[in-house]
């Protein structure tokens, strides 16, 4: 597509219960990233894959998050076991190799109630 | 651990003014940095980026300086218009190795642009 699509836009989930988010890259971008952000700060780095290689995962906050790549395209972020902290608005960008000029979705905004 | 950080956390300006948004960063070996704007609802949205080569770097009614010396990054938006009202986030690219790729985001500075 012509850009970062993001799904849900808005997803409300009672805690301890498991939620996926999915982001759909632009076609051709071989790095996708998966940011969170609070509200009214700024953006904490998830996890970061780049083609073929292994993922960078060390923005991940707890064994509770997880994400994946399949088929060089689309990524879904897990969350295990929410909690309320989890609740932000998570967010995916894509961009060809070396991070320059991120495309960014809208975000899944996550209520952990 | 490495950080980028914001002087100024929110900034109020008249229509037609120029407005200056600064960033202090601390990694000296991240080779670029860009600026980005996010409107309400929205993810962020490239403005303008600037290599750790060059100390200045001009757009359309934006110019990005990069003082090394200091660890300092500005943003100057000229002639400033309501549609600039966001928040402005200054963010910073490590040089290579695993980590090449990964944007570390400053705090954001909230810009409010009054008729």
């Known amino acids: 597509g012509a850009g970062v699509s993001q799904s849900p836009s808005n997803k409300v989930t009672e805690k301890g219960k498991d939620v996926e988010l999915r982001c759909d890259p632009i076609s051709g971008h071989t790095a996708l990233y998966w940011y969170r952000q609070s509200l009214g700060q700024g953006l904490e780095f998830l996890i970061y894959f780049q083609g073929n290689s292994a993922p960078d995962k060390s923005g991940l906050p707890s064994d509770r998050f997880s994400a994946e790549r399949t088929g060089g395209s689309v990524s879904t972020l897990t969350i295990q076991r929410t909690q309320q902290e989890d609740s932000a608005v998570y967010l995916c960008?894509?961009?060809?190799?070396?991070?320059?000029?991120?495309?960014f979705g809208s975000g899944t905004r996550l209520t952990v109630v | 651990g490495e950080s980028v950080g914001l002087h100024l956390p929110t900034l109020s300006v008249q229509e037609g003014d120029n407005s200056i948004i600064n960033c202090a960063y601390s990694?000296?070996?991240?080779?670029?940095f860009i600026w980005y704007k996010q409107e309400s609802g929205k993810g962020p949205q490239f403005i303008i980026d600037?290599?750790?080569?060059?100390d200045k770097r001009q757009g359309q009614r934006v110019t990005v300086l990069l003082n090394k010396t200091v660890k300092h990054l500005s943003l100057q938006i000229a002639a400033t218009q309501p549609g600039d009202s966001a928040v402005y986030f200054c963010a910073e690219n490590q040089a290579g190795g695993t980590s090449y790729g990964k944007l570390t985001f400053g705090q954001g500075t909230i810009l409010t642009v009054h008729p």
């Open positions: 960008a894509s961009s060809f190799w070396g991070g320059k000029g991120y495309t």
């Open positions: 600037i290599r750790s080569n060059m």
């Open positions: 990694n000296s070996a991240s080779d670029y």
